[in-house]
């Protein structure tokens, strides 16, 4: 499909784009976004609005402008794209800004096409590390060498989640689970130094649950795991965007997804 191909043509400057995250690092600006108490919700940095931009004003200069766009924050360029499309482009120029500012590795540029039904294409880079993995429909590639993190033991059958506990949110299927010998761990528990995102995508969990999920950065973990042919549980509403639960700010999808590491 062309969009894929367009979007393709522009993975060079993603690389850039996690590039120029790293070289502003240093200088980063920090200011309060939210007051939801959430570290990871909160806080905002000039290189989050530097970065996004820098990919915006690329991509809009294609035949993506035709296409409807969400972007995590509020920059100019957010309102050179259609407003309404069959497909929708995300972008999240820092995931984990909190691990960008604490001087922490595992933060990532995401760029995701979904056509409102399943995600389609997907980058995910972690610039500090020079690691990522491309999926385009049911194929994935990881590229780069594989980082090393430190956290604490994982017991077998872990399924990680970053703010939603499974076992309130979809009760019946995590009954099952539990019977099955399957453990739920927020993120914290596991390590301070990466999200879940990442503890998924690097085999140190054996699931991942979303609940609520920001638009922007929530697809990953589905993605992947549809691509690889896991168990897949989805309940997620991808035709349009609506008010963040937690922070009253930046779009989520209602709905949620738990995905399985096949054994």
């Known amino acids: ?13 993603f690389i850039e784009a996690g590039k120029l995250a790293v070289k502003l690092r240093n200088d980063a600006v920090v200011k309060q976004k939210h007051n939801t108490g959430i570290k990871d919700i909160d806080i905002v940095t000039s290189s989050d609005l530097a970065v996004q931009e820098f990919v915006l004003q690329k991509l809009v200069k294609s035949e993506l402008k035709h296409y409807e766009i969400v972007a995590e924050e509020d920059t100019p360029g957010k309102n050179l794209f259609a407003k309404s499309s069959d497909y929708v482009i995300t972008i999240d120029p ?3 800004t909190n691990l960008y500012i604490s001087g922490k590795k595992m933060y990532s540029i995401i760029i995701t096409i ?13 610039p500090e590390v020079k690691w990522g993995v491309k999926i385009v429909y049911d194929r994935y590639q990881f590229f780069g060498n594989k980082p090393e993190i430190i956290h604490n033991t994982v017991l077998p059958k872990t399924v990680v989640y970053s703010f939603y506990n499974p076992i ?3 009760s019946g299927q995590s009954a099952k689970l539990l019977k ?28 991942y649950f979303e609940e609520n999920g920001s638009a922007v950065d ?4 589905l993605h992947y795991a549809l691509a690889r042919g896991f168990k897949v ?20 999808y209602r709905g949620n997804y738990l ?5």
């Open 180 to 207: 099955k010998g399957y453990v739920f761990r927020n993120k914290k528990e596991i390590t301070d130094d990466a999200g879940s995102t990442a503890l998924f995508l690097l085999g140190i969990v054996d699931g």
């Open 94 to 96: 820092i995931d984990g």
């Open 114 to 126: 979904h056509n409102k039904k399943r995600p389609i294409y997907t980058f995910c880079y972690f």
């Open 1 to 13: 499909m062309k969009e894929i191909k367009i979007i393709q043509q522009f993975e060079d400057v």
């Open 218 to 221: 929530c697809l990953v973990g």
């Open 168 to 170: 309130d949110c979809i």
């Open 259 to 263: 995905v399985i590491r096949n054994k």
């Open 233 to 252: 549980y989805q309940n997620i509403d991808l035709t349009k965007t609506v008010p963040s639960i937690i922070s009253g700010g930046n779009d989520e």
